[in-house]
T-cell receptor, first 111, second 114 residues
């Protein structure tokens, strides 16, 4: 199994632009999580899905952030419009049981 | 909601020595406590976890202890090696068997010196 796949691995964009991060979970996993990691705030859970349905989005910082999971093998996290304070590493993780498997992350830089 | 505190933020040990990282949690309903290791520029990876029905768990050079009454748990690494150098995160959640909403500690940068 290839593990959790994320794209792009690096994204540099200008303030105000729309950013879309993509994630493919491990096949057969029914939970998908989006995390954000920064030096200041550490690892934060943004939102998670179960069987493609959003269960808890209380960690989504504001309305500029949205996430979708149209099918069991694909999820997106969108930021529109992006701001410099959104610069971070965004991880996607999936699980079938308690253990969460993280993807390689997307390093987002907003200038 | 859950709050997890982790100490120390940095830890430097000599190769072969032991390292101990401590975490406290606030929500008495939490019953699942994983530890993740994150090497520089890499993804977090689970190294060991413990549930509240046990007080200690070991896996080779790594062990985790849990004190439910005091709401704290610790990671112990014995005979440290240079490849143990990384950031270690503790986390806490209610174990639902799948959709565990993990709250992470702030991380401990462990450096194992030759």
């Amino acid at each position: 199994d290839a593990g959790v796949i994320q794209s792009p691995r690096h994204e540099v964009t200008e303030m105000g632009q729309e950013v879309t991060l993509r994630c493919k979970p491990i096949s057969g996993h029914d939970y998908l999580f989006w995390y954000r990691q920064t030096m200041m705030r550490g690892l934060e859970l943004l939102i998670y899905f179960n069987n493609n349905v959003p269960i808890d989005d209380s960690g989504m910082p504001e309305d500029r952030f949205s996430a979708k999971m149209p099918n069991a093998s694909f999820s997106t996290l969108k930021i529109q419009p992006s701001e410099p304070r959104d610069s971070a590493v965004y991880f996607c993780a999936s699980s079938l049981s308690s253990e969460q498997y993280f993807g390689p992350g997307t390093r987002l830089t907003v200038t | 909601g859950e709050n997890v505190e982790q100490h120390p933020s940095t830890l430097s040990v000599q190769e072969g020595d032991s390292a101990v990282i401590k975490c406290t949690y606030s929500d008495s309903a939490s019953n699942y406590f994983p530890w993740y290791k994150q090497e520089l520029g890499k993804r977090p990876q689970l190294i060991i976890d413990i549930r509240s029905n046990v007080g200690e768990k070991k896996d080779q050079r790594i062990a985790v202890t849990l004190n439910k009454t005091a709401k704290h748990f610790s990671l112990h690494i014995t005979e440290t090696q240079p490849e143990d150098s990384a950031v270690y995160f503790c986390a806490a959640s209610m174990d639902t068997g799948g959709g565990n909403k993990l709250t992470f500690g702030t991380g401990t940068q462990l450096k194992v010196e030759l």
